[in-house]
């Protein structure tokens, strides 16, 4: 059961640090583009700034979070990944002493890494206190953005069932996965 929930995890490790990235790389042309026709809009924004990040965090704070946070999250996703495939030979039979410290050491080095990249971040992120400040400025911005002036927007709402649809699929297969466990134990 060790070995599956890992493999499970792995999985659904990589399937949203795929996402998350592709939500990054998507968004981040998406700014870029808007960025460089910006004084074709209605209402253009005011390009004077310190820096170029300072401008960001001024007047596209949600884009500027989102890029961010969907890059850091999706890279402490796929490392975490690699982690867990690197760490499930210790969880099979029939592995060796020397084979199974081998695969822990793999592992721990993996999330040495994650954690030292975290940390690292935590000294050189702008604006906010730390990752977590930024993580949590990402949902309240993107919350004020579905919210407030609220509308019905087709799309919006397709985008909410297709959610509830995909979190209602990963909670069948973990549960299915929970049960199959139980049923096997109970059985013994």
């Known amino acids: 059961w060790t070995c599956a929930t890992i493999k499970r995890s792995t999985g659904l490790l990589l399937i949203t640090a795929f996402l998350l990235e592709l939500l990054c790389v998507f968004a981040t042309t998406v700014t870029s583009t808007w960025l460089l026709s910006n004084a074709d809009h209605r209402s253009p924004i005011n390009p004077l700034a310190k820096s170029g990040l300072g401008l960001l965090h ?31 030979p210790a969880f099979k039979p029939n592995i060796t002493k020397p084979e199974r410290h081998l695969a822990h050491f793999y592992g721990r080095s993996v999330l040495t890494c994650l954690l030292l990249m975290l940390h690292y971040f935590q000294k050189h992120v702008a604006f906010y206190d730390n990752y977590f400040a930024l993580f949590a400025r990402f949902w309240k911005l993107a919350f004020m953005r579905l919210f407030s002036n609220w509308q019905p927007r087709p799309i919006l709402l397709s985008c909410a069932v297709a959610l509830l649809w995909t979190i209602s699929a990963f909670i069948s297969a973990f549960r299915a996965d929970f049960e199959e466990f139980h049923h096997h134990h109970k059985s013994r």
Do not use: I, P, S
């Open 58 to 88: 001024r007047e596209l704070e949600f884009e500027y979070c989102a890029c961010r946070f969907f890059f850091l999250q999706g890279l402490f996703h796929w490392v975490a990944a690699l982690g867990l495939k690197f760490t499930l």
